[in-house]
Structures are given as C-alpha cells and as structure tokens.
C-alpha cells in the first residue's frame, strides 16, 4: 500500500524532531558543554578589566589568560543585566567565591546562594530554584530555573552603584524583605515582600539606597556576596 | 453556514473525527513533555548568529513567511483556474515550513519547556503544542476525499492563524524589545 504524502511529511517531520532531540541530549552532556574561556569574547576581557575587580587582571590580556586568572582566584565581582528575551532582570554579587543571585520582574523573584568557582556559575534557591552557568572576560552567562520558568541571560560585570540592594526589616509586624536592582543605565526593577507576599517595591535611592515602605524608611544596603 | 454543509454521514464525521482527537493527543504530549522534561541548557553557536535564540527567531521568521505563501497559494488553488505551478508550490513552501519549525519546536521543548512565566510564554507555549497537533489534522485528513469543502480551508486557517501567533508571541515580541538582528 502506498503512503498518502502528508503522511509522509508528518512521518519524516517526526523523524527530523527525534533526530533533533538526540542531537540535543547529545549537546546537553557535561562533557559537550564549552570551557568558560571559549566563551569569553576577546572584546570584552580588557573593557571590563577594572569593572570586575579582582577577578581580572589590571592590564589588558589575551580572553583566555584573563579568563584563568579569574578561574584560579577568590572571585570577587558583580553582574547585572536583563535575562534574555527581556522579561526579568537579574544581578550576581560574587565575594570571595561566594555567591548571592537575584531574577525579578517587578512582581516575583528568586533569591539564590552558592558559588563562583573556576569559572562556574552553582546556586540554588527555595523551592527547588537553581542557577547555572559560566563567567569570565567581564561577564557572566547561564540559566535560572524555577519551577516551570526558565531564564536565560548573560549579564556583564558592574560597580556600585549599579547592581544589587537588599534590605530586611519588621515592618507593622511583617517580615519585609526588599530586592532592587540597579542596571548601569539606571534602570530600577524590585520585589518587596511583605511576610512572603511579593508585591512591586518602591523605588529606591541608588545613593543612599532608602526606600520608604508603609511609611518606615528602611535603608537598603549593598549586596557583596553574602546575605546578611 | 446550512446544516447540509456539516459532516452528517457517520463515515465523513469519523473521517474528521479521528484525525481530530490524534491532533489533540499531539498536542497535549507536548505539553506534557514540555512541562514534565527538566529544561535543559544546550551550547551551540551557530556562526553568524549571537545566540541561539536569535537562531530561532529567523527560523520561525522563514517559517512565517513561507506560511504567506501558503495562504496565497491555497487561495488560488480554490479558484476554477490556477496555474499549474500553484499546487506544488503550496506543498513545498508547506513542508519547507514545517521543516524550519522543527528546530525551534526542539529547542523550546528540550531547552525552556513550558513556561507559564507570563501571558506572553503562555500563550507562545499553549499555541506551540496547538500548531503541531492543528498540523497534524490537517496532514491527515487532507487525503480525505469525503470530507466537506470547507473543511480544508478551517483547518489550514487556524494552522496558519496559530503560527503567525506563535511568530507574534515569540520573533515579533524579540524584534521589538531587541531591535531586528542575527
């Protein structure tokens, strides 16, 4: 009996999807993944030299050089941009090789913990959260998921003031918490909750990081690599 | 629209039927898969593109367009003359398009998953199981002869209708808030 053709167009459309699919798991094993210094563009190694602290060298260096000097250091340095696709803003504050992310979109948030390591991104956060990724050359890149979203980005290396604020306090008998970024371009985005509620926080002042909340100024501080 | 125009014979209403609820089973595995599958970063540059999601945006953007050409294409083929070059220009811009949403289809359900961060990825997600199970119908039964003529036309509009969406949803949402590039 001889096939109708949109049952073959179907059949080798099936037949393509699961080639692509084997090509994905194939891409997917650790093994096949680039070393951090591949993906670092030579461009930006020396831009972001002094942006990053002492995670890169003073003097501009060849990609790959910066990108294992930063590999065998204690990594210190921030990253802050929007997720791929625009829809959330995340910041990295690395101290020391301790990590402290966080992805907003103004309504809800994630806050991570983990480690900046030889080129690796490793955090996790409540529920299940986890983010993963590279950095070096003056950026970092990865992936942050949570539950059922998924955000991709690669944000670059930053300086205070632009990057990530944290506060905590009791506020009318609530346990508030307070996340703000702050991009280079003085974009604002940030997440208050009130006894775990996420509502849009209010802005911030990036100098002295106040912000007023049920009427109460709390002073939000800077956020280096560890929560306090 | 009269009732005479409904499938009222039991033989064309199964022949509808069928291909209908295996282009519901379509669907729905997808979404299952794409919620149910632990996204899955994969690494791949291609040369010429800033990342792979730029890929994906001129995929679905070809795959939009040649989805015009099928649409033109289908209108002329339902008139009482057309040139001979229409039908096989309708079959193989169709399945070039489908070829080009292969990629994408992959990547989004083995890469991101089902999101439901939003309206926007919801919609995309919901409208993306929906095409292929919608494509699927429309393989199936367009060697139906059975079937009433207006039949064809609905399912080939809502395929079409639901991938120009899906390029709304995803390539046009990414020009607009990037700015067109690779």
Known sequence: ?228 | MTSSALPTSPKAAAALLIPVLIGSAVAVSLGFYGSLHDATRISLSVPGFSNLIWVKVWLATVAALLAVVQLVTARLMWRPTSGSWVAPLHRWSGRLAFLFTLPVMVHCLYSIGFSTFDLRSLAHSVLGCVFFGAFTVKMLILPKRDLPGWVLPVVGGIVFTVLVALWGTSSAYMFATEGVRL
Do not use: H
């Open chain 1, 1 to 228: 009996m001889k096939l109708p053709t949109p049952l073959i167009t179907l059949l080798a459309g099936v037949v393509v999807a699961l080639a692509l699919f084997g090509g994905s798991a194939l891409l997917a094993r650790p093994s096949a993944r680039p070393a951090p210094a591949s993906v670092t563009p030579s461009a930006t190694a020396s831009a972001y030299a002094t942006a990053s602290g002492s995670a890169a060298p003073s003097t501009p260096a060849a990609p790959s050089a910066s990108a294992d000097a930063a590999a065998a250091a204690k990594v210190t340095a921030v990253w802050a941009g929007r997720t791929d696709g625009g829809a959330a803003t995340i910041a990295i504050s690395v101290k020391n090789g301790v990590a402290v992310a966080y992805v907003c979109d103004g309504k809800r948030e994630i806050w991570l913990q983990g480690t900046a390591e030889a080129g690796q991104l490793s955090l996790t956060g409540a529920k299940g959260a986890t983010l993963t990724g590279t950095f070096g050359g003056g950026k970092a890149s990865g992936r942050v998921t949570s539950g059922s979203t998924t955000y991709t980005f690669t944000a670059p290396a930053v300086t205070k003031p632009s990057g990530l604020y944290r506060a905590t306090a009791q506020v009318r008998n609530a346990k508030v918490v307070l996340g703000t970024i702050v991009l280079p371009d003085g974009y604002q985005v940030g997440v208050l909750t009130r006894d775990d509620v996420p509502a849009t926080a209010p802005p911030m002042d990036p100098e002295t990081g106040a912000v007023t909340v049920d009427g109460v100024t709390l002073t939000a501080t800077y956020v280096d690599g560890e929560l306090s």
